[in-house]
């Protein structure tokens, strides 16, 4: 194993415990949301789709990476836009969910 | 210097899906977490753009303008009734590009005969998880759509199937990370993981699916990580980490507020093949 593989596994034990932390314990109101914008945050493939495409490995390749982008994107497009729209929706119910968890 | 400017503007994007990620948990912040994370998003994405392996353009633009616009119908649509099978739909094309990429990525390697152990062991884990997310998704759509019938099927001998398909998996998993360069195992992993997506949703009802849904959503998060292992890209490690710890938190959350252990929605159907008739009646 190279150094730089040691450090990329520090990395990601460390943000995996940070993704535990930050998202144990909350209100089951935001059990729908949270899952759509974790839905849209897993869109981020469509960094290395973009490399993909763009680094001329080929047709096939190309292909392969030019459709990567396109699902990625639509993922990423799709669930943010969802997620504001729910969260948009509970606006009203805001202060009632501040209330109950205070 | 370039290359220093992508690291520093992954860092933020890194720390901005952090907070993202604290804000969402809290019903007063989660629009200004989910900005956030959307703007990480796009710095992760801009900064990949002046990247100096992308030396050709069209198709990316190609590929983002059609995303586009198969993206915005999806997201602005569909109606709130429709969520949880949204959310899967969702999933199984952020899986798609996460196989895709793998698949490329390994035949580039194959070409170029660059491929080392450590790196097909992380593009192996990606195309399994990510064939695993792709049809498992579609399964939870079709389910939570009514295409398919909602309640669990199961059949006899599911536990050994499933049991000797994963051996197979791992002993092929084993064999291409010794032996890189043969294909044929390659392709036996994308159709394992294929298989295991279809297998996995079959025995959960309708009722369950939105914690499957989730499940899937943090094994989407390590196709990325995987991913980012096999290019060398933190931010996809990070934000997969971030995604697939959050995923797993939040799916046993949900099956926790619907009063059922996470456990029994996962073995509920395959840990006695003749209990599938309590788990239809939930």
Same mark, same amino acid.
């Given at each position: 194993m190279t150094p730089t593989v040691i450090i990329q596994l520090f990395v990601f034990l460390l943000a995996g415990f940070v993704g535990f932390q930050t998202i144990t314990r909350i209100p089951p109101l935001l059990h729908t949301p949270l899952m759509a914008a974790t839905n849209a945050i897993s869109g981020i493939s469509l960094v290395a789709s973009l490399v993909l495409a763009g680094s001329n490995q080929g047709l096939f390749s190309t292909i392969l990476g030019t459709i990567a982008v396109g699902c990625a994107t639509a993922n990423v497009v799709g669930g943010f836009l969802i997620t504001d729209r729910m969260l948009a929706m509970f606006k009203p119910a805001k202060l009632e969910a501040k209330e109950s968890v205070a | 210097m370039i290359t220093t400017g992508i690291q520093l503007a992954y860092l933020s994007s890194a720390a901005l899906f952090v907070m993202a990620l604290r804000s969402l948990g809290q019903p007063t912040t989660a629009r200004r977490g989910m900005q956030m994370a959307a703007f990480g998003m796009l710095v992760a994405v801009c900064a990949t753009l002046v990247d100096q392996r992308i030396v050709s353009y069209e198709w990316l633009i190609v590929g983002l303008v059609a995303g586009g616009i198969v993206g915005y119908p999806l997201g602005m649509w569909v109606p709130m009734t429709a969520m949880p099978q949204r959310i899967a739909f969702s999933h199984a094309f952020g899986a798609l590009a996460a196989t895709f990429v793998g698949v490329g990525e390994y035949l580039h390697g194959l070409h170029a005969e660059t491929l080392s152990h450590g790196q097909t062991l992380a593009l192996s884990f990606e195309i399994f998880l990510g064939s695993l997310t792709v049809t498992g998704s579609l399964? +939870?759509?079709?389910?939570?759509?009514?295409?398919?019938?909602?309640?669990?099927?199961?059949?006899?001998?599911?536990?050994?199937?499933?049991?000797?398909?994963?051996?197979?998996?791992?002993?092929?998993?084993?064999?291409?990370? +010794?032996?890189?360069? #043969?294909?044929?195992?390659?392709?036996?992993?994308?159709?394992?993981?294929?298989?295991?997506?279809?297998?996995?949703?079959?025995?959960?009802?309708?009722?369950?699916?939105?914690?499957?849904?989730?499940?899937?959503?943090?094994? *989407?998060?390590? +196709?990325?990580? *995987?991913?980012?292992?096999?290019? #060398?890209?933190?931010?996809?490690?990070?934000?997969?980490?971030? #995604?697939?710890?959050?995923?797993?938190?939040?799916?046993?959350?949900?099956?926790?507020?619907?009063?059922?252990?996470?456990?029994?929605?996962?073995?509920?159907?395959?840990?006695?093949?003749?209990?599938? +008739?309590?788990?239809? *009646?939930?």
């Open positions: - | 399964m +939870a759509f079709g389910k939570l759509q009514g295409i398919l019938p909602g309640a669990p099927i199961t059949f006899r001998g599911q536990n050994l199937f499933n049991l000797s398909l994963f051996a197979v998996g791992l002993a092929s998993l084993v064999w291409l990370v +010794a032996t890189p360069y #043969d294909v044929t195992f390659f392709m036996v992993i994308l159709v394992i993981g294929t298989l295991v997506g279809i297998l996995m949703v079959l025995p959960i009802g309708g009722a369950d699916m939105p914690v499957i849904v989730s499940l899937l959503n943090s094994y *989407a998060g390590l +196709a990325a990580v *995987a991913t980012g292992f096999a290019l #060398d890209n933190n931010i996809l490690i990070v934000v997969g980490a971030l #995604d697939g710890a959050s995923g797993f938190i939040l799916s046993m959350a949900m099956s926790k507020a619907m009063n059922r252990s996470f456990a029994n929605v996962l073995f509920g159907a395959f840990g006695s093949e003749s209990g599938g +008739a309590d788990e239809g *009646a939930s």
